[in-house]
């Protein structure tokens, strides 16, 4: 069993016993909604899929600590790849500069 699907109004929940779903209006769908406004084959559901977060012992993927740390790295990588080359370019002299374009 791949999970649950629990109907926010109250109801029986659903067992997903397959890893790809399909949602629509036609009785061949996995999960059929009787209502005029969803399409034929409305959405389709793959379950299972793999994420980063199943890597990582103890990290949900709404961690806010580790969002905060991803965030900080990828903001100190891109502050350090901006700044070594600006810090290169001021050490140069504006005369040398020109003459050699």
Known sequence: MYGELVPVGGGDTIPLM??????????????????????????????????IAGALY????????????????LL????LANLVPAWRAVRVDPCVALRTE
């Not at 779903?21 to 409305?42: I, K, M, P, Y």
């Not at 993927?61 to 905060?68: E, H, I, K, R």
């Not at 100190?76 to 502050?79: D, Q, V």
Request: hydrophobic letters at 50%; glycine letters at 10%.
């Open 18 to 51: 397959k890893p790809v779903l399909v949602v629509g209006r036609r009785e061949s769908c996995d999960v059929v909604l009787r209502f005029t406004n969803v399409s034929g084959q409305h959405r389709l559901v793959i379950l299972g899929r793999p994420t």
């Open 58 to 73: 103890g990290v949900s993927s709404g961690d806010p600590v580790a969002w905060l740390a991803a965030a900080a790295v």
């Open 76 to 79: 100190f990588a891109s502050a």
